[in-house]
DNA sequence: CTGTTAGCGCCTTCAC
DNA sequence: GTGAAGGCGCTAACAG
């Protein structure tokens, strides 16, 4: 591989001028700066960024540790973080956690051994070890979806209070008085924020307060479908179930299956947190209040480059829309 | 940040000891090994990667360029090939090409400037300027899923013949003979192998011949339900439909409920390539040829560390599985 | 505007 | 087994 050496060699000038050509300063005059791009054009010349970045003690890297890379919602956020950031001039390094906190620390080890220049970060639980370790060597930092005890950062995620108003204005136009609803862990911030907004809202829309019709699972399908049984088996019969996100979602219409029949199961509305697209397929379809992941990714993107750049970011809860796919619904 | 020189002035002992206990190099005394792995841990001491990855000339990172992370399929495929990475002591960076060649020639940039040691690739069309001048490089290389032309490179991915098969053995076993196929582009070696095999096993499976049955999409839902609306415009009446992949069988889907209503559309029974968990909840469920993403992510890595080694790769296509969710199947 | 040079943090000879 | 020193490729500081 050519280095910067071999440019200005060929280019007939000293390294400096090359190096000064190539990171475009303007104290460069029109004769060297053509002699020097021609000649890494014809190398194929690509700077050597880990010598570059030993050089500048910056790496021109983001990373993004998300909880889940399958998951639709943290894809298509990580999908948007990286045009954002390429856009920006930076080069973004995603790593997934699985839902674990120690793969989380081994991530946390790679980036610092990477001397990313900041991290984005939706965090699973309480802080680690490795966490304590950047946050108290200032590595700018935000957060994305979840809040994390103690750990001064900007929040950016969803607008759970608003979409769980916009749901509830759906039961209510649907006429529902007897609505399910299955939540997600309290441990979560989301979960907690969901669910909260809809023991505040109910009773104002309408909605049964009978706290037999509201359960929690773990946010994935087979917790969710446990807690829908739990439901069902208090003899409760709703007209209409609420999922906290699509996991939750998906175990509970499993649920109403195998409790009631395929029958009596598509005759109950499903309204859900978190839109995926197949809802319009499934009998019944699935109304959803949809999060914006990519804007949540790039206003991340944004916030911590302000970070990066010595300014301050301010938490940023992004608005939800509401995909009605009921039966003379608008979608 | 601590150097490793703040680290060997703690332990009192030279840099290049201290050097050699970070990296495990046998020619070290116990008291000193002690010594510096103490230190160490005191001071936090997390290495340079960009220095050490100038110094020995590889990164220990590793490119996996997907043609678009939003799909399920490359979600899991980029989530085990980073276990599989991390396990053998490298790091992955996981990019998008948004199945766009302009993007992708932009992460290819960005891989060769962090001077990755190998890259995974799934290509999205043919080759660019980028990728010659890597291939010429002679970095190691994969290919995941797609072949491309003129590249001689091992290729992971799945077994479409396998798969087809299993599909149309499916459909034998169901009764039925008008089969709608809706395959993707020619242009992707998994478009046409599909195909190929479809058309090739159709017959000896008790399937029509009827290539007005037959149309192909782009691999997206919405090229996807053009092809199935034309074929519904020939007259054809199927009694069952075969998508090539999984967009192409939401759009099939949507099609068949747009033209037919969704009580015709629902006595049609479907058979997919690519499992996704929601097609147990659509009506009627989706049975699928299920492919295995994690393994050939693994068997990417696995091959890519093989080249890089010095050794040689062999191509592999991994075997799919079959989700039967008919009525009275085995799901 | 340009050339020269020091040094970023690390690993790896080369002596001892 | 250990210490000293050079140099990987690059940028920035300093002369000119």
Redesign the interface.
């Known amino acids: 591989?050519a280095t910067i050496k071999d440019v200005a060699a060929r280019a007939g000038v000293a390294v400096g001028t090359a190096s000064r050509v190539l990171s475009g300063s303007p104290q460069t005059s029109a004769d060297s700066r053509s002699r020097v791009l021609a000649a890494a054009r014809e190398l194929?010349y690509?700077?050597?960024?880990?010598?570059r970045?030993?050089r500048r003690a910056r790496?021109d890297v983001l990373g993004l540790l998300v909880s889940d890379?399958?998951s639709?919602f943290f894809?298509?956020l990580?999908?948007a973080a990286?045009?954002e950031a390429?856009a920006r001039g930076y080069?973004?390094?995603?790593?997934?956690a699985?839902e674990d906190a120690e793969q989380a620390d081994?991530v946390l080890?790679?980036f610092?051994?990477?001397?990313i220049d900041g991290l984005l970060l939706s965090p699973q639980g309480p802080r680690t070890p490795r966490l304590e370790?950047l946050l108290?060597?200032k590595l700018p930092i935000v957060l994305l979806n979840r809040a994390i005890e103690g750990v001064d950062a900007p929040l950016y995620g969803t607008d759970n209070a608003g979409g769980v108003a916009q749901a509830l204005a759906w039961l209510q136009r649907r006429g529902h008085r007897d609505v399910a609803f299955i939540g997600g862990p309290e441990g979560f911030s989301t979960g907690a924020e969901r669910h909260d907004a809809y023991l505040a809202g109910r009773e104002a829309h309408g909605i049964s307060t009978d706290d037999a019709l509201i359960d929690a699972g773990d946010f994935l399908?087979d917790g969710a479908a446990e807690a829908m049984l739990r439901v069902l088996d208090r003899g409760v019969r709703p007209t209409a179930v609420f999922g906290a996100n699509n996991q939750t979602t998906?175990g509970a219409?499993?649920a109403m299956r195998e409790r009631l029949g395929a029958e009596a199961a598509?005759r109950i509305e499903v309204v859900s947190f978190d839109d995926?697209?197949?809802f319009?397929?499934?009998?019944p379809p699935v109304s959803a209040v949809r999060n914006d992941a990519p804007a949540i990714g790039r206003a991340g993107v944004r916030g911590l480059l302000d970070l990066i750049d010595g300014g301050t970011a301010a938490s940023q809860r992004i608005a939800t829309s509401f995909v009605d796919r009921s039966e003379g619904g608008r979608a």
Chains 1, 2 share one sequence.
Do not use: K, Y
């Open positions: 591989m194929g690509i700077a050597h960024g880990p010598a970045s030993l790496t890379i399958r639709p894809s298509e990580a999908h990286e045009q390429r080069t973004l390094l995603l790593a997934n699985n081994a080890d790679a610092a051994s990477q001397r370790a108290a060597a399908a998906l219409m499993r598509s995926v697209e197949w319009a397929f499934t009998s």
